[in-house]
């Protein structure tokens, strides 16, 4: 089995992460990514492996409410609660932008 991974592998990773990498850290994931897939591929060895088993710590037992109708909130009520807003809108910070760069 090979010790790292192509340039070209560790290029189309980075692409599909949307990175740029300098020559240093592709050498560099060339070996670390080839390890961490390597280390994954140990789960392929796992005897005994049955689709049945429950990999958390607990009970899928969640009691779960009705949904009822209710009354409205008036818009005015809604704005009293938010830290910002502009006109009829709660102004929320940008989690997302768009366009290249980004």
């Known amino acids: 089995m090979k ?3 192509t340039k070209e592998e560790v290029l189309h990773v980075a692409d599909l992460a949307r990175i740029k990498l300098t020559e240093e850290e592709i050498e560099k994931y060339q ?4 390890q961490l897939l390597s280390d994954v591929e140990k789960i ?3 005897k005994g492996y049955d689709d049945d088993i429950l990999i958390a ?4 037992n969640a009691e779960l409410r ?4 209710g009354e409205m909130l008036e818009p005015k009520e809604v704005l009293e609660n938010a830290p ?3 006109g009829n809108y709660i102004a929320v910070p940008v989690v997302i ?3 290249e760069g980004a």
């Open 3 to 5: 010790e790292k991974l």
């Open 97 to 99: 932008s768009g366009g």
């Open 44 to 46: 392929n060895d796992v």
């Open 31 to 34: 070996v670390q990514l080839k």
């Open 57 to 60: 710590c607990w009970e899928n």
């Open 84 to 86: 910002r807003h502009s």
């Open 66 to 69: 009705k949904d009822e109708s």
